[in-house]
């Protein structure tokens, strides 16, 4: 595909769009301009932009700078700790769920994302709560998510999310 059908298929009323290419070929920077494009004529909710590291965020801030406060770009572990915090009880966790997930060693934060999966799967008010304030997502470094990440994600956009995937 040429950067003119990447930047048109982004731009689609598609409910899922998935830009599959390597390292360096402007992935980000279309991820970036979609953004930009997009809260322009956002008229209500959020944009959110979710990557796997705090560095990638850094990238994305740089690059939508000025776009105000309708975009919010984390990773999708800080989204996943914050599902899992609101609703702790209802997951049989402590209030704090971070260091829960840091107790449990390496897999602790797949399986806070594997309960927060199962969660939006048996609760879907949760996801449609999500959709509502994010009615358009886009993943950046999507081939470094687990299933359950995956799952959370997917929940959201099944509850009416527009969801652009690069990876």
Not at 108 to 125: C, D, I, T, W, Y
Request: glycine share 8%; hydrophobic share 45%.
């Amino acid at each position: 595909m040429s950067d003119r059908q990447v930047a048109d298929a982004l731009r689609s009323s598609a409910p899922l769009v998935l830009v599959e290419a390597p390292a360096g070929c402007g992935k980000t920077y279309q991820g970036a301009q979609y953004a930009k494009d997009l809260l322009a004529g956002l008229s209500s909710g959020r944009l959110l932009i979710l990557t796997h590291t705090n560095a990638a965020c850094d990238v994305f801030a740089q690059r939508t700078k000025g776009l105000g406060g309708r975009v919010e770009i984390r990773t999708i572990d800080s989204l996943i700790i914050q599902i899992a915090g609101a609703y702790h009880r209802a997951l049989d966790l402590p209030a704090d769920v971070t260091t829960w997930a840091r107790q449990q060693g390496e897999s602790g934060f797949n399986e806070l994302a594997v309960k927060v999966a199962r969660l939006l799967a048996r609760s879907p008010a949760i996801s449609a709560s999500l959709a509502a304030r994010y009615p358009y997502i886009i993943c950046d470094e999507h081939q470094d998510s687990s299933e359950a990440q995956n799952d959370v994600i997917m929940s959201i956009h099944r509850a009416g999310a527009l969801l652009r995937i690069f990876g």
